[in-house]
């Protein structure tokens, strides 16, 4: 199984307290995921955000619906969280996230290992290219929740 790694990051003017409060709300996923995913929470809210949380969902990808099961392996606040797909279309998904003060705001990181089926024909072609797209989506959406950031990272 070959594994890669996508990492991003983001600069918030918010201080880490608050922004990983956004992040530890469930329901603020939507806000972020792009709507061409037909992303849809299927565990019902409230979501008790802590370590061992299962939370699963459904979208599509590419017009194939999937079902995606998350569990929350680490939870550290106000630092740092990682969520791990226990079902859905990878072979492995570890997603960190990580909240570092920095210049009077949050530095936000997020780093995901993951490995695919049938790497050496899908990886290139549709699976880097659809993280990179949900991710810059994802940027974009969290610069218009919170005003302020630059459009450029310091």
């Known amino acids: 199984m070959k594994q890669r790694t996508f990492q991003a ?12 409060g956004f992040f530890a709300d469930a329901a603020n996923l939507d806000a972020i995921t792009p709507p ?3 992303f849809r929470m299927v565990t019902p809210p ?3 955000m802590r370590e061992g949380a299962l939370i699963d969902y459904r979208l599509s990808l590419h017009g194939i619906p999937l079902r995606w099961r998350t569990l929350i392996s680490v939870w550290q606040p ?5 969520d791990e797909q226990v079902r859905g279309p990878y072979r492995q998904w570890i997603h960190e996230h990580t909240f570092e003060a920095r210049d009077g705001g949050t530095l936000a990181r997020d780093v ?3 490995a ?3 790497d050496f024909l899908v990886h290139r072609w549709f699976v880097r290219p659809d993280i990179e797209r949900i991710f810059a989506y994802r940027t974009a959406a969290l610069r218009k929740l919170f005003p302020g950031t630059p459009p450029t990272q310091p």
């Open 116 to 118: 695919v089926p049938l």
């Open 46 to 48: 409230p979501i008790a």
């Open 112 to 114: 995901v290992h993951y």
């Open 78 to 82: 106000p630092g740092r969280f990682v």
């Open 9 to 20: 990051e983001i600069w918030l003017p918010l201080p880490p307290e608050e922004l990983f």
């Open 36 to 38: 061409w995913l037909n």
